[in-house]
């Protein structure tokens, strides 16, 4: 091959290596400008996804839920939220579904619609106020003067008692009183036919009720004013049980001593009767109405019911804290609420229970420990909210006063029996106060036991209605 052949092959060579460059620039170029293409229509149609959760955020507008976002290419949905929510409205139609089952419920036991239904929330609204109310508080609300307050036997009710019988007294304010003594209605329910038409305001309404009684909510409710303030009070069930055991004498009726309850069999102490048809096993539950034998969903119902009838459950063992509670309640002064303690036996009397014992008592008195146990966690949720350091401070105040009233009246503690005393409590296992000071209206009712302290306000109530029946 001659120099010009050679020369002619090499540049045809170049000519075509170039063509097939040129070639595969052309489908380098082209795929790219397709790949671009591609990602503009993926980055500016919308997603198959995109579509069908704007079609159903569409429906949910429809539908009145909550509206939810989708941008171009993401889903801003938030499904999490949406179970979320579809599960609160879920949770909010079951407890719909509960409430009106209690209601219904209610109903058939007589409970006053006024109670529950929409009031309920009024009254629970009423509860958060008043706890979270400031020092100012007082000068905002007003007194309240009408009170049923439920005496549970052997939980400090006697000692509460005293405060409502002296503001009454004392404000000249009306009374449910048997003709007699201090109880209407027990081991029978609450009737109002009990009550003596001579000691009935015109009315037929009364402002106070704080005798012992089994709850009747509809009786009950028939000699109250529609505004009346319902408060009952629990004490830890194993040492209610000691104290009513050995105050009443249970021993005499059941031949059989509290210290061998512990070997005694479950069945068989189930199976001891009402002492007196008053007074044994779930007695806080028996007082308030219910039998002492409930299933437990029985029981759970009956505490709900409670929980909504009673805008202040006290508690035994958190008296003075119960105290300040009950005063914003009502609106009362600190004055108002001082108390001293009544029908209380002394510590020295009182019986060590061991460990065994009690734990036989509790479970004897199970029906009443879900009922103390229920409402020792809300007194708990109650001082929180009303606040700790402010509580605190309430209490010491209470106490301070407290002294300076026992100072002030002269009073003294008078152990045991005594002759020399007129008024006396029901056992010489408690203590008696006597006061120096019996001019002064409040210090003599302050050391009044039950009983004399119930006559005087019976008598002064028959003085008043006789007035104002007598023609003028």
Same mark, same amino acid.
């Given at each position: 091959m001659n120099a010009s052949t050679l020369c002619t092959k090499l540049a045809e060579n170049q000519l075509q290596g170039r063509a097939l460059y040129t070639r595969h620039l052309k489908t380098v170029v082209g795929g790219l400008v397709l790949v671009t293409l591609v990602m503009l229509v993926m980055y500016t149609t919308p997603t198959p996804t995109a579509l069908i959760l704007s079609a159903a955020n569409s429906?949910?507008?429809? &539908?009145?839920?909550?509206?939810?976002?989708?941008? $171009?290419?993401? *889903?801003? %949905?938030? /499904?999490?939220?949406?179970?979320?929510?579809?599960? &609160? =409205?879920e949770e909010k139609e079951k407890e719909k579904e509960r409430e009106k089952q209690t209601e219904e419920r209610q109903v058939e036991r007589g409970i006053p619609e006024k109670v529950f239904g929409p009031s309920s929330q009024e009254r629970e609204s009423l509860r958060s106020e008043v706890l979270m109310a400031g020092d100012g508080a007082e000068a905002q609300c007003r007194p309240q003067h009408h009170v049923m307050f439920l005496k549970t036997h052997k939980c400090a009710s006697s000692t509460v008692q005293n405060i409502f019988l002296r503001y009454g007294y004392t404000n000249n304010l009306t009374f449910?009183?048997?003709?007699?003594?201090? %109880?209407?209605?027990?081991?029978?329910?609450?009737? +109002?036919?009990?009550?003596?038409?001579?000691?009935?305001?015109?009315?037929?309404?009364?402002?106070?009720? +704080?005798?012992?009684?089994?709850?009747?909510?509809?009786?009950? $409710?028939? /000699?109250?004013?529609?505004?009346?303030?319902w408060v009952t009070l629990v004490r830890d069930p194993a040492t209610l049980y000691e104290s009513l055991f050995n105050f009443f004498h249970l021993k005499n009726g059941y031949n059989l001593d509290l210290s061998s309850f512990s070997s005694q069999p479950m069945s068989r102490l189930m199976?001891?009767?009402? %002492?007196?048809?008053?007074?044994? =096993?779930?007695?806080?539950?028996?007082?308030?109405?219910? @039998?002492?034998?409930? $299933?437990?969903?029985?029981?759970?119902? *009956?505490?709900?019911? !409670?929980?909504?009838?009673?805008?202040?459950?006290?508690? +035994?063992?958190?008296?003075?804290?119960? !105290?300040?509670?009950?005063?914003?309640?009502?609106?009362?002064?600190?004055?108002?609420?001082?108390?001293?303690?009544?029908?209380?036996?002394?510590?020295e009397v009182k019986p060590t229970l061991d460990p065994q014992t009690r734990?036989?008592?509790? &479970?004897?008195?199970?029906?009443? +420990?879900?009922?103390?146990?229920?409402?020792?966690? =809300?007194?708990?949720?109650?001082?929180?909210?009303?606040?700790?350091?402010?509580?605190?401070?309430?209490? @010491?105040?209470?106490?301070?006063l407290r002294d300076e009233y026992f100072e002030d009246c002269g009073a003294r503690e008078v152990k045991g029996k005594d002759s020399t005393l007129k008024f006396k409590e029901y056992s010489g296992l408690v203590s008696s106060y006597v006061t120096s000071n019996n001019s002064d209206q409040n210090c003599l009712m302050l050391s009044l036991p039950e009983l004399p302290l119930v006559d005087t306000v019976r008598r002064k109530q028959l003085k008043t209605l006789e007035e104002m029946r007598a023609p003028s």
């Open positions: 429906l949910r507008d429809t &539908e009145k839920f909550p509206k939810t976002s989708v941008s $171009s290419g993401k *889903a801003g %949905y938030d /499904v999490a939220a949406s179970l979320r929510q579809e599960k &609160e =409205k449910a009183l048997p003709g007699g003594g201090n %109880y209407l209605g027990n081991p029978g329910l609450f009737k +109002a036919g009990l009550i003596p038409k001579n000691l009935l305001p015109p009315s037929g309404k009364v402002d106070i009720f +704080a005798v012992h009684t089994r709850l009747n909510f509809k009786e009950h $409710s028939s /000699v109250l004013h529609n505004d009346t303030r199976e001891l009767p009402r %002492y007196g048809g008053k007074f044994g =096993k779930n007695q806080m539950l028996f007082d308030l109405g219910y @039998s002492d034998n409930m $299933s437990v969903t029985q029981l759970r119902q *009956a505490i709900e019911e !409670l929980d909504g009838l009673f805008d202040l459950v006290m508690v +035994a063992e958190r008296m003075d804290e119960s !105290l300040v509670l009950l005063r914003h309640l009502l609106c009362w002064s600190l004055h108002d609420v001082v108390v001293f303690t009544k029908n209380a036996r002394r510590q734990q036989t008592l509790r &479970e004897l008195n199970s029906a009443d +420990a879900l009922l103390y146990d229920h409402f020792m966690a =809300k007194h708990r949720r109650a001082v929180l909210e009303f606040g700790v350091r402010r509580m605190a401070d309430e209490v @010491s105040a209470l106490r301070s």
